[in-house]
């Protein structure tokens, strides 16, 4: 025995009106979301300008701020040390890895305090936060007037030995 289904084809056919409401308002807040995302970003991150275009000044703070997080990376502290213990683990399940390297995006606000960092995630949620940890402790000290933000660093995360 077969039953008929019937749809009526008023406004949108093979969907109820209550689904086509609620999937409107998703679809509508998705938007306002993904727009929200792209000003505020907009508004954090200023052109980019390749290494070669820029002034000395900019350049020789981008490689001060480099040298003074990798030394705040290997430091010896709790917080260091808790880095280091996963990037051991990192190594020893992939031997033949070679040292890890992170491209950051640093802020530097007028007092010279490293701000939000934005590097691609590592394994575990902990060493994010540690990562993080570490780098806001760089003393850079105040950036080059005009200097473009965020300043975009590559490190290495290798063992301490």
Do not use: C
């Not at 679809?27 to 390749?50: D, E, H, K």
């Amino acid at each position: 025995m077969t039953s008929a289904v019937t749809f009526k084809f008023s406004g949108s056919p093979l969907v109820p009106r209550a689904y086509r409401s609620a999937s409107w308002f998703i679809f509508v807040a998705m938007g306002l979301i993904v727009l929200s995302f792209l000003f505020s970003w907009r508004a954090t991150a200023q052109s980019f300008r390749p290494s070669t275009d820029v002034p000395a000044a900019w350049t020789a703070f981008a490689k001060s701020l480099q040298m003074q997080s990798q030394t705040v990376l290997r430091g010896d502290d709790e917080v260091a040390r808790r880095l280091q213990v996963h990037l051991e683990k990192l190594r020893v399940a992939n031997p033949n890895m070679p040292p890890l390297a992170l491209t950051i995006r640093m802020w530097v606000d007028a007092n010279g305090r490293v701000q939000p960092v934005a590097h691609p995630p590592l394994l575990e949620p902990a060493a994010n936060a540690d990562l993080k940890t570490l780098l806001a402790r760089v003393a850079a000290g105040p950036p080059p007037a005009g200097m473009l933000q965020p300043v975009h660093l590559r490190l290495s995360l290798e063992l301490r030995q």
